[in-house]
């Protein structure tokens, strides 16, 4: 098994775990939403996730060898470095432009970092990406799930 197969089986039984936990979780009779729902759909996605990653990882298995040495994805240590530098910044900015607003430049930016776009149709791709992911979740959290998002203090939006 492959280092994505052992980290898989890691955030599995990880995600079990807790998910395990959020059923001692009681709940109100005054909220229709108990304080567990929501975690367990993380951690519920998160188990389904990682359970996909093991069986890709374990289906790969049989290809793996057939490719050469050269043909293997070179590692890129700085690019790993800069994304977590720009979520770095995503949580800086988020209190002080609000969720929309930061969402947006760090879905762009990130869009940009690691696929950087090739003239005026990448870019426009890029915007829409970033305007689509950040319009797309704030609508079902803040709309249909009602979970109040971070408003910028320079923005108030």
């Known amino acids: 098994m492959s280092r994505d197969g052992i980290a898989g089986l890691a955030v599995l039984a990880a995600s079990l775990a807790l998910f395990a936990l959020t059923l001692d979780l009681k709940d109100s009779p005054m909220v229709p939403v108990g304080p567990g729902f929501y975690p367990r759909i993380v951690l519920?996605?998160?188990?389904?996730?990682?359970?996909?990653?093991?069986?890709?990882?374990?289906?790969?298995?049989?290809?793996?060898?057939?490719?050469?040495?050269?043909?293997?994805?070179?590692?890129?240590?700085?690019?790993?470095?800069?994304?977590?530098?720009?979520?770095?910044?995503?949580?800086?900015?988020?209190?002080?432009?609000?969720f929309r607003i930061a969402t947006f430049l760090y879905v762009g930016g990130s869009n940009a970092l690691l696929d950087p776009p090739r003239g005026a149709k990448g870019w426009v791709r890029a915007l829409v990406l970033a305007l689509a992911t950040a319009a797309l979740t704030w609508l079902v959290f803040e709309r249909w799930l009602s979970v109040l998002l971070p408003r910028g203090r320079w923005t108030d939006f």
């Open 44 to 98: 519920g996605l998160t188990a389904a996730l990682s359970l996909g990653l093991v069986i890709a990882d374990l289906l790969a298995r049989r290809t793996r060898g057939a490719l050469p040495a050269a043909a293997r994805q070179r590692l890129n240590y700085p690019l790993v470095a800069m994304s977590f530098g720009v979520f770095a910044l995503y949580a800086v900015a988020l209190p002080w432009l609000g």
